[in-house]
């Protein structure tokens, strides 16, 4: 199936205008105009964004996936860019729901952008409820799985540096001081790797 992305970007299937942006570390994505109305739409063509509300990580996206096409009607969210470097492609979200009505495939492929983001924050919601132990291994797992890298050893995923623990304890609500401590732990019980700049986790 087509990816989202270019599914947006087919001129032959009502042309919109998108805008292809690089952004670095830590630069944001602000989706609402100076009236703070839903006005934009941000799709990751490479590299890894974080999804926020005020300060508060709530999901990471990668390629192929976007931010702004979902929202729970209550928080103000925006982006901000975790891997080093990212190319991003920026949207009028009048325009992407416009597209996306007049299409079939487009349809599926937001239905599944939308399936997607959904059952990952159900994921969290159920993750965040266990000790901090279980909470800091079973998240670690889920981002391994989604966004680790092959390493030596077949049997075990390496998270990206991207992924420091400062961004790790606001993911999982574990303060900063308690999440090192938790970390070695889970790697005395040999469940991860836990190294200065490694991090390894059973696959």
Wanted: proline share 1%; aromatic share 6%.
């Amino acid at each position: 199936m087509q990816t989202f992305i270019n599914f947006l970007l087919d001129d032959e299937i009502l042309a919109i205008k998108g805008e292809q942006i690089t952004l670095k570390k830590g630069e944001q994505l602000l989706l609402e105009d100076a009236e703070n109305k839903p006005q934009y739409v941000f799709g990751i063509a490479e590299g890894i964004a974080a999804i926020k509300s005020e300060e508060t990580i709530l999901e990471f996206i990668g390629t192929d996936q976007f931010i702004g096409l979902f929202t729970d009607g209550k928080a103000i969210l925006h982006g901000e860019i975790v891997s080093k470097e990212a190319t991003v492609w920026k949207f009028e979200l009048k325009d992407v729901l416009s597209k996306v009505a007049q299409n079939k495939n487009g349809l599926q492929l937001y239905n599944k952008h939308i399936t997607h983001i959904q059952e990952n924050l159900l994921k969290k919601s159920s993750i965040m409820m266990l000790n901090k132990s279980n909470r800091l291994l079973l998240s670690l797992r889920m981002l391994a799985s989604r966004f680790g890298e092959v390493s030596e050893d077949k049997d075990v995923i390496r998270l990206p540096q991207d992924f420091t623990k400062k961004i790790l304890a606001n993911y999982t609500g574990i303060k900063l001081a308690t999440l090192t401590g938790t970390l070695n732990k889970l790697n005395e019980e040999g469940k991860i790797v836990h190294g200065r700049r490694v991090l390894l986790i059973s696959s």
